[in-house]
């Protein structure tokens, strides 16, 4: 019996949503995550690079993307950093750090 998607899947999925709803779609380029627990919480250390073309629509939800509410079924959000822009002529790519909690139960 499948549990579903991991928090990787759901988190790439709503980023690329987000990014849609935004008017500037975007593809994942590479990800990489880590189990990642506290002596409260467990979860997981995302490493993320989009990439879209460039657009001031793609600017500005790079630059919101730290507030944003992104909802991933069975857990939560808890950091998210926009760790490197890099620009091209046709292409912007954007490096991220997600932290993800488990919800509980």
């Known amino acids: 019996m499948s549990r579903g998607p991991d928090a990787e899947t759901l988190l790439r999925r709503a ?3 987000h990014a849609e709803a935004a008017g500037c779609p975007v ?3 590479e990800s990489d995550w880590t189990r990642w627990a506290s002596a409260t919480f467990s979860g997981a250390r995302h490493l993320l690079a ?3 073309p460039p657009s001031p629509a793609l600017d500005a939800w790079i630059a919101g993307l730290p507030e944003a509410e992104l ?3 069975g857990h939560l959000v808890a950091d998210l950093a926009v760790e490197h822009v890099r620009r091209a002529q046709d292409r912007v790519t ?3 750090e997600v ?3 488990e919800e509980r139960r």
């Open 71 to 73: 909802r991933l079924r």
């Open 27 to 29: 593809a994942l380029v």
């Open 94 to 96: 954007v490096s991220l």
């Open 50 to 52: 989009l990439a879209g």
């Open 99 to 101: 932290l993800t909690v």
């Open 15 to 17: 980023l690329e949503s």
